[in-house]
């Protein structure tokens, strides 16, 4: 990989730290606007999205899929042979995608004129100051009347017995596996952990979920993470929820996992282990204090609804400020920073809409509130529900699991907020959003005409089906 030639000392007018999906497109715009910018990356261009995240989970996911509808093909009358994965023909085009991801990004980055790229790892000496050392171990010191920290963040590792001495896999490390894991153990119930247990299941692994808490996903209704937990285990993974992983150690090529739950403990004994309990930022290494830049009690970097840090002229956009870790959030963050830096507009996070998709099969769409959050905030609400087995396209296409619901405004007759667990439930979902985004009252979707026989079709009876007051 090419590196930039180390001097001694430069000024820039902006320092970029991290080429995620905030800061590539923030260091081109300000490159562009005519101010002298420097790139700064530790590893890869493309940050966690194009590297380690949705670029290569949702490759993987797409080739589970196929190996679901194969399986599945008699009961669309289709027969066909023995199902065998390839998993190393599916982490090669896992890896093929994103360097042509990470490939175009960096050519775009060098052909910008104004634009310096640069690999290392940045550190803060001083308030405007920089020091980034190469991994041949030359260092630069660089400064700029602007910095902006698009560092992101790691998988976080847990507390547990044992685990320095277990090989273990992360979010990374696990889309590296040239076989299928006989018995895939995964710590954690939320979006990685289902993610991959779904998807190792259908490449024939057999998967066992062990979450602390009492539900998969956490931060979602109950009704939505009960209904997750019934697909999951329709699927043949094991769930075991209120469960604590106690101690893990090696046993000949395997590992044990020791479980406590209900009073009792057990023991599983797997082939491969998957830690997915979280995110931590990654601010250790920036020397933060030297900057200027305060941290919350868990490293995120405290940024007000303008994205500012407490220094002056230091900005924090994408996972590493905390908040929430979707890449489009990244990305509306460098949106932000264009518009009040090169634009002289008055932009902010305030308000704004956070849509996401857990892609798991069927996908879970969400955008607003929940119904636990509309209730804990004293709204007066009606909620929409309906089973994807009424939705004419899902019966057409045999894809009936999961339900699609609603939270509506009682008096204004807003939607609130959106959770479609269903076929394509993100694309429903981003339907429900625009709605929500031109603040169309419930009955312009009750009452409009779609085509038929869509999933977007299904809206008519969803909010036909409202419930009363509550």
């Known amino acids: 990989m090419p590196y930039s030639p180390m001097k001694n000392s430069d000024e820039y007018d902006a320092i970029v730290i991290g080429s995620g999906q905030a800061g590539t497109p923030l260091s081109t715009a300000l490159a562009g606007a005519g101010m002298r910018t420097v790139l700064v990356e530790r590893k890869h261009v493309g940050g966690t999205c194009v590297n380690e995240g949705c670029t290569p ?6 080739s589970g899929r196929v190996a679901y509808l194969a399986r599945r093909a008699a009961d ?3 027969h066909t042979g023995p199902i065998r994965i390839d998993l190393a023909k599916v982490r090669e085009r896992k890896r093929n995608i994103v360097d042509s991801f990470r490939n175009g990004s960096q050519a775009r980055i060098q052909k910008t004129a104004n634009l310096e790229l640069v690999f290392g790892e940045a550190r803060f000496s001083s308030p405007k100051t920089l020091m980034v050392r190469s991994q041949d171990g030359a260092q630069r010191s660089i400064s700029a009347r602007y910095i902006f920290i698009n560092a992101g963040t790691s998988a976080s590792q847990p507390t547990l017995s044992g685990l320095s001495n277990v090989p273990f896999l992360d979010n990374a490390s696990i889309m590296e596996l040239d076989v299928v894991p006989d018995h895939l153990l995964i ?4 979006y990685i952990g289902l993610e991959f247990g779904q998807l190792f299941r259908r490449f024939g692994s057999r998967v066992t979920i062990v ?15 009960e209904e997750v937990t019934k697909i999951l285990r329709q699927d043949g993974i094991e769930i075991l929820l209120n469960a604590r992983a106690t ?16 009073g009792s403990s057990t023991t599983l004994a797997g082939s491969h282990l998957l830690v997915a309990i979280g995110r931590v930022p990654n601010s250790d290494n920036l020397n933060l204090a030297a900057g200027g830049v305060t941290t919350d009690d868990h490293g995120f970097i405290v940024v007000n609804e303008r994205l500012e840090t407490s220094a002056e002229g230091i900005y924090a956009l994408g996972d590493i400020k905390g908040g929430p870790a979707f890449t489009h959030i990244s990305y509306d963050d460098f949106r932000i920073i264009r518009a009040n830096l090169i634009d002289k507009k008055a932009a902010s996070t305030k308000g704004r809409q956070v849509p996401y998709t857990v892609f798991i099969d069927p996908q879970l769409g969400r955008v607003g509130l929940s119904e636990g959050e509309a209730r804990a905030q004293g709204l007066k609400i009606r909620v929409a529900r309906m089973p994807m087995t009424h939705v004419a396209r899902a019966l057409e296409v045999d894809e009936t699991r999961g339900f699609m619901k609603a939270i509506v405004d009682a008096n204004t007759s807003q939607i609130l907020g959106a959770a479609v667990l269903g076929i394509e439930g993100g694309e429903i979902m981003s339907a429900l959003e625009i709605a929500m985004m031109g603040q169309l009252p419930y009955t312009a979707l009750r009452d409009g005409i779609f085509a038929h026989p869509t999933l977007a079709e299904s809206l008519n009876n969803l909010f036909t089906a409202m419930d009363s007051e509550s």
């Open 57 to 62: 989970t949702k490759t993987m996911v797409a």
């Open 211 to 225: 979450q602390s808490a009492g539900q998969l996903l956490t931060r979602e209704d109950p009704d939505i993470a």
């Open 76 to 78: 669309y009358g289709v």
């Open 187 to 190: 710590l954690g119930g939320g």
């Open 247 to 262: 101690h893990v150690e090696k046993s000949g090529e395997g590992i044990r996992l020791e479980v406590h739950s209900g």
